[in-house]
């Protein structure tokens, strides 16, 4: 095989209990999954596309976008990383369009545990992909909202008690803290909640739990980037979150790279 093209987030599902992965290059889906235990090679082409309008950059900007896009794409608003500020709801959003179809949407409230406990939110249409993308081991549903600025309100009322961020080191050397019970951290959870949030409280929520497709785990994960590294090759250990896990503890973090033109050989 030797294909290449734009990388973007890998894409995911689940078949017998295990997560499948699939790394996209333009059109073009690879089963990453069945390239476990063989040799893989990547090589960077040094050329960005902006993953929003297409055109070259010389440098990525919050993961894929030009900087002109970066600025004005609805895809690259603030509210995508700060739910809370989301303006949505109050008719006002780079594109009332984009936002109706992405922020004026249900939205989940959750708990996942990729290393510790943390709190996240979603779009509906995101589960389980979301919890995927962040290396979570067992995540469960707190609540259901009609749009992204109560999930991220209900998420800041929940960041005083759980922690909202990965720890990626912990979650690639699968160091999951398993005494956490997290049915019953979501029943702290929602006793945290003022009363006009626990309204949205889903009483009945799936446990889920997500296997990966590893053989070894690194010990001490080292980051590669395209950026200092033109050709990275090895054996494909496994992958987990949005990393490939290489050979030597090397760890590449494939969504990092969204935009970047490669090629990929394997056996
Ligand atoms: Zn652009």
Not at 28 to 55: D, F
Request: proline content about 3%; aromatic content about 8%; some cysteine.
């Amino acid at each position: 095989m030797n294909i290449s093209g734009n990388i973007s987030k890998m894409k995911t599902s689940i078949e017998n209990d295990e997560v499948v992965y699939e790394l996209r290059l333009n059109n073009e889906l690879v089963n990453i999954s069945e390239l476990v235990g063989k040799t893989i090679t990547l090589e960077y082409q040094n050329q960005i596309n902006c993953i929003a309008c297409g055109k070259k950059t010389s440098k990525s900007f919050a993961q894929g976008f030009c900087y002109n896009c970066f600025q004005t794409a609805p895809q690259a608003e603030e509210c995508v990383l700060k739910p809370e500020t989301c303006r949505a709801h109050l008719g006002e959003a780079r594109d009332i369009e984009f936002a109706e179809a992405h922020c004026l949407i249900p939205h989940y409230v959750y708990l996942a545990i990729a290393s510790g406990v943390k709190v996240g939110i979603t779009r509906h249409t995101q589960i389980p992909t979301r919890w995927i993308d962040q290396g979570a081991s067992k995540a469960i549903i707190i609540a259901e909202v009609p749009n992204r600025h109560i999930a991220g309100v209900m998420e800041v009322h929940l960041k005083q008690y759980f922690a909202d961020k990965t720890n990626w080191r912990a979650m690639l050397k699968n160091v999951v803290a398993n005494d956490i019970d997290i049915a019953s951290e979501k029943l702290k959870a929602i006793e945290h909640l003022p009363d006009e949030l626990k309204q949205y409280v889903m009483a009945d929520a799936k446990e889920w739990t997500l296997n990966y497709p590893v053989e070894t785990y690194p010990l001490k994960p080292q980051s590669l980037t395209f950026d200092k590294e033109a050709k990275i090759s090895g054996t494909l250990k496994g992958i987990k979150g949005q990393y490939l896990l290489l050979d030597n503890d090397r760890v590449l973090n494939i969504r990092k790279h969204n935009g970047y033109l490669v090629s990929v050989q394997a056996d």
